[in-house]
């Protein structure tokens, strides 16, 4: 079965730092990747996703995500945080033997400070 | 394009009641809806999957019959809270395909009081 790992439940960082917010997968075939942003009681936001071609991925609000096959990550990244970008962070695989419903991952905080 | 719209946003019940909670696709015609379920800082859980014209494939342990949906038309899928208690009161948000992605409604937050 397809799935998704993030493996931090929070991310601090200080704005003007990069940040990166990590993703595993487990996939068999080609992986369909995709990350998302949620702000409190509203719905998700589509950042970018990984379907086939470069590695390196250049999505919304600036954020980038690098699709790595031997290490089967697929981490969100952005050279410069703002405060603004403090949100829910979701990664997410398509299962195409189910009818292609989304699965995530188990959400990241990003708290970025001042 | 491909924008959701879902309504409402919130709404509060009383125990016992039904709650029908819309999703309509504006530009675009979602012949495939998806409704989600997520409690607070946590993941999105699949509840079902909803197609025009069939019967919605429900996740294991969902309440078919306490979680009613319809995609009767391909701009239009409804997700009917059934005789609410407040175990139900959660954040539910619809996805539909589009292209190789998925937009996503607003949400929906249901309060069982």
């Known amino acids: 079965a397809q799935s998704v790992a993030q493996p931090e439940d929070q991310v601090n960082v200080a704005e003007g730092n990069p940040l990166t917010v990590k993703c595993t997968y487990s996939?068999?075939?080609?992986?369909?990747l995709f990350w998302y942003v949620q702000y409190p009681n509203r719905g998700l936001q589509f950042l970018l996703k990984y379907i086939t071609g470069d590695n390196l991925v250049k999505g919304s609000y600036g954020f980038e995500a690098e699709f790595n096959k031997s290490q089967t990550s697929f981490h969100l990244k952005k050279p410069s945080a703002l405060v603004s970008d403090s949100a829910l962070y979701f990664c997410?695989?398509?299962?195409?033997?189910?009818?292609?419903?989304?699965?995530f991952g188990q959400g990241t905080e990003l708290s970025v400070k001042p | 394009g491909a924008v959701v719209s879902q309504h409402p946003s919130w709404v509060i019940c009383k125990s016992g009641t039904s709650v029908k909670i819309e999703c309509r696709s504006l530009?675009?015609?979602?012949?495939?809806m998806f409704w989600y379920r997520q409690f607070p800082k946590q993941s999105l859980m699949l509840m079902a999957t909803?197609?025009?014209?069939?019967?919605?494939?429900?996740e294991q342990g969902v309440e078919k019959d306490k979680f009613l949906i319809n995609h009767a038309s391909l701009t239009l899928s409804t997700l009917t809270v059934t005789s609410a208690h407040p175990e139900d009161s959660s954040f539910y948000i619809c996805?539909?395909?589009?292209?190789?992605?998925?937009?996503f409604g607003s949400g929906t937050r249901l309060t069982v009081v």
């Open positions: 909803s197609n025009e014209g069939s019967k919605a494939t429900y």
């Open positions: 996805s539909a395909r589009v292209n190789r992605g998925y937009t």
């Open positions: 997410a695989v398509r299962d195409d033997n189910q009818g292609g419903k989304l699965i």
């Open positions: 996939v068999s075939g080609n992986p369909y």
């Open positions: 530009d675009f015609q979602a012949t495939t």
